[in-house]
T-cell receptor
Framework: GQQLNQSPQSMFIQEGEDVSMNCTSS?????WLWYKQDPGEGPVLLIA?????ELTSNGRLTAQFGITRKDSFLNISASIPSDVGIYFC?????????????FGTGTLLAVQP | KAGVTQTPRYLIKTRGQQVTLSCSPI?????VSWYQQTPGQGLQFLFE???????NKGNFPGRFSGRQFSNSRSEMNVSTLELGDSALYLC????????????FGPGTRLTVT
């Protein structure tokens, strides 16, 4: 099935460091969503983006909808141990069916206290 | 509001058997989507139900089916189970003001032996 390119695949950082990850596609997307998944649980919605260039924050998290509509970025500032998990981007392709999300391959984040 | 609930949380079945998984969406949400998550393929869209009708379908064989009831609760069924069907099955509901934002349940971990 179709997947979005997400990078990096994994990150191992020290507590307090900032984190950046991104998601790219060869086609245009209408909507970008960022999720966090803990082991054995379902993904939790962090941020939703709807317009090209839109920058949205949720606490220490900031995400941007790329101006080309083919990418999105997620930044986490001052990481803490509970940020550990897998982060997924997801998008709704332009012209695609409503609610048929395409997911990225995930970024595994490990935070060393 | 209560979140999305899925039952059972864990299931072990034998090849050739069939299985039914259940999902109760967030109150007021009318759309329910199902996803399969495996280490190799990531999160893959199965199908979406809205107002008791299948609105979208992913690229899965006909052994995977679903339905939605008038109270928006949904079930998915997998017949003639194969080893490769072992996965975390997630349902997500959406509705209300932002129809593109999908909220996931904890998932059902299916193991086929």
């Amino acid at each position: 099935g179709q997947q979005l390119n997400q990078s990096p695949q994994s990150m191992f950082i020290q507590e307090g460091e900032d984190v950046s990850m991104n998601c790219t596609s060869s086609s245009i997307f209408n909507t970008w969503l960022w999720y966090k998944q803990d082991p054995g649980e379902g993904p939790v919605l962090l941020i939703a983006l709807y317009k090209a260039g839109e920058l949205t924050s949720n606490g220490r998290l900031t995400a941007q909808f790329g101006i080309t509509r083919k990418d999105s970025f997620l930044n986490i500032s001052a990481s803490i141990p509970s940020d550990v998990g897998i982060y997924f981007c997801a998008g709704q392709p332009y012209g695609g069916a409503t609610n048929k999300l395409i997911f990225g391959t995930g970024t595994l984040l490990a935070v060393q206290p | 509001k209560a979140g999305v609930t899925q039952t059972p949380r864990y299931l072990i079945k034998t090849r050739g058997q069939q299985v039914t998984l259940s999902c109760s969406p967030i109150s007021g949400h009318r759309s329910v989507s199902w996803y399969q998550q495996t280490p190799g393929q990531g999160l893959q869209f199965l199908f979406e139900y809205f107002s008791e009708t299948q609105r979208n379908k992913g690229n899965f064989p006909g052994r995977f089916s679903g339905r939605q009831f008038s109270n928006s609760r949904s079930e998915m069924n997998v017949s003639t189970l194969e080893l490769g069907d072992s996965a975390l099955y997630l349902c997500a509901s959406s509705g209300g003001g932002n129809v593109y934002e999908q909220y996931f349940g904890p998932g059902t971990r299916l193991t086929v032996t």
